[in-house]
Nanobody, 120 residues
């Protein structure tokens, strides 16, 4: 079973930065596309950014120009660099990866979530 291990969340002041990481536990799992989502109490989980195997990226409008998604294929890790953070960015952030294991089958996996709190 592939596990996605997230790290990097925490408390930061408005205008500050954080970098989230999402590492796949198995080297044989080849990530095709990865997503970052976020969720606040009482609201649905919303997509924030995604990155495909060709390197193309997409962002929700509210984070464009502030967040950057990237990947390190050698480390099987996806990152979310978050700059100029705002209080409305406060949420639990989840990574989701779709890819192939050694058996060739595609599967989707979720990280455990990491809390990001932006507050003075």
């Amino acid at each position: 079973q592939v596990q996605l291990v997230e790290s990097g969340g925490g408390l930061v002041q408005p205008g500050g930065s954080l970098r989230l990481s999402c590492a796949a536990s198995e080297r044989t799992f080849s990530i095709n596309v990865a997503y970052w989502y976020r969720q606040t109490p009482g609201k649905e989980r919303e997509p924030v950014a995604d990155i495909f195997s060709d390197g193309s990226t997409h962002y929700v409008g509210s984070v464009k120009g502030r967040f950057t998604i990237s990947r390190d294929n050698a480390k099987n890790t996806v990152y979310l660099q978050m700059n100029n953070l705002k209080p409305e960015d406060t949420a639990i952030y989840y990574c989701n990866a779709v890819g192939q294991k050694a058996d060739g089958k595609f599967n989707s996996y979720w990280g455990q979530g990491t809390q990001v709190t932006v507050s003075s």
